[in-house]
């Protein structure tokens, strides 16, 4: 699994690192996401698919 | 859609059971996603009742938010149309202007920044319970509780003196209330943006360490702007995390295995947080949104300059989407639930509330293990006629 994230769609709303905190962080300047493991171990495939499906912006995809 | 369209139905708002939306929300749900809806402007547009649906519009960047373009869902509504376009309020603003301004707030609300606040939050709420202790049974817990602690909390966010709480909080109870008159809501908002025109002055004098003064300094906006920046933080800051306190307390009350397992394991306080969000949904109209185009929404086209209301508690209860889903689960899967929106125009402050709630109702159980209502149930006063639902007051004794 590879993570895409576009910062520039990005709200900032914080949804992907409450659902997969190891996974994903917020930038300190507007808050966009920051993504710390783009290609995420096994088992935390399961929480970044429900990161990606609760992104209310859309800006997170996998493949 | 080659079936005929049901006749255009009017937005219910008064729920027959305190903790469930309008019956016909539900009813209508079963029958189609989206159906024709008649606006208090006779305008024929669309009320979305599907999870999916109510999804799809609010991520579409097809439809607007902006306030002169919505046609008003009920009529108290429709005195609000009658205000003028506010700078800076950014709920109301299409990309790009809204992207710029939310860029510069997103910041300061990351899950990080509201997880520092965590001590802060558990001394206030712990302040306010010492308070009801030493005032003694029985308390009215949105006042007491409920109330103050999402005012306070949000007050020192922004750098706003609490001092000042009750003009401010008259003032947003007169804006919330689907029964004040056009005159009341525009002299509220008036009064409210002079309060906050005031503050950004001495401010801009003065710099502290809060919000206001740090959208001051980027330099990037003007007084207006964060004038109406500021108010709509400010309402929003407090009215809804006060109704989501009161109201879901109420709810675990009605629910006492689920209060019991709240109260004792502390771990299943997120999930208890996102499934009484889910479960209340205390947006009660709304939101609203426009197509600048004609869109095709699960097989309805939406032409431009329609209108469609989303109904964020009817998506909230579809059982496409969430099993069971008028039975109250704490420990459900919740979250995905829409009670804070979907698309860039979701809760900035969700994760602040989150915090506020997460420490809120345990805290609340475990300081009173025999918390009770102290009043009748049909002399709960619930709030139907306000735009974000809860209880007017909730007496409690312990």
Known sequence: MRIKADTDVCIGAGMCVLTAADVFDQSEEDGTVVVLLPEPPADKEGAVRRAVQVCPSGALSIS | ?398
């Open chain 2, 1 to 398: 859609m080659t079936n005929a369209m049901p006749e255009p139905v009017t937005l219910p708002l008064s729920r027959e059971e305190p903790f469930d939306p309008p019956g016909d929300l539900g009813r209508w749900r079963e029958e189609g996603p989206i159906r024709p809806m008649l606006y208090a402007d006779d305008h024929v547009g669309w009320l979305a009742t599907g999870y999916s649906a109510v999804r799809a519009v609010l991520a579409d960047p097809r439809f607007s938010t902006e306030t002169t373009r919505l046609h008003p869902p009920i009529s108290q509504r429709a005195r609000l149309q009658a205000l003028a376009k506010l700078p800076g309020f950014f709920i109301r603003e299409d990309p790009p202007e809204h992207t710029r301004l939310r860029r510069l707030l997103t910041g300061q609300f990351t899950v990080r920044r509201m997880r520092q606040l965590e001590p802060r939050i558990e001394k206030i709420t712990a302040d306010r319970l010492d308070a009801m202790e030493r005032e003694g049974a029985p308390a009215d817990l949105v006042r007491e509780f409920a109330l103050p602690i999402p005012s306070l909390v949000i007050c020192e966010l922004l750098g706003v003196p609490y001092g000042d709480h009750e003009r401010f909080q008259r003032d947003s109870t007169t804006l919330l209330s689907l029964e004040s008159s056009i005159e009341q809501v525009r002299e509220a908002m008036e009064d409210l943006l002079d309060y906050i025109r005031g503050l950004v002055v001495r401010k801009r004098a003065e710099p502290g360490d809060d919000l206001i003064s740090g959208l001051i300094a980027t330099g990037r906006l003007t007084d207006v702007e964060i004038a109406g920046a500021s108010v709509l933080m400010l309402i929003a800051g407090h009215e809804t995390t006060a109704n989501m306190l009161a109201l879901g307390t109420y709810t675990l009350l009605k629910n006492p295995a689920q209060l019991a397992a709240l109260r004792d394991d502390p771990s299943l306080a997120d999930a208890a947080v996102e499934e009484l969000l889910r479960y209340l949904t205390i947006v009660h109209i709304g939101p609203v949104r426009t197509a600048m185009e004609d869109v095709e929404i699960e097989g309805y086209t939406i032409r431009a300059g329609e209108s469609v209301t989303l109904s964020l508690g009817a998506a909230n209860r579809d059982p496409e989407r969430f099993d069971s889903p008028d039975t109250l689960d704490i420990t459900r899967q919740a979250t995905g639930h829409v009670s804070f929106g979907h698309g860039v125009h979701q809760c900035l402050g969700q994760q602040l509330a989150r915090i506020e709630m997460r420490i809120g109702y345990p805290a609340l159980l475990r300081r009173f293990p025999g918390l009770r209502l102290a009043t009748p149930d049909e002399e709960v006063a619930m709030r139907s006629n306000m735009a974000i639902y809860g209880v007017h007051r909730l007496p409690v004794a312990w």
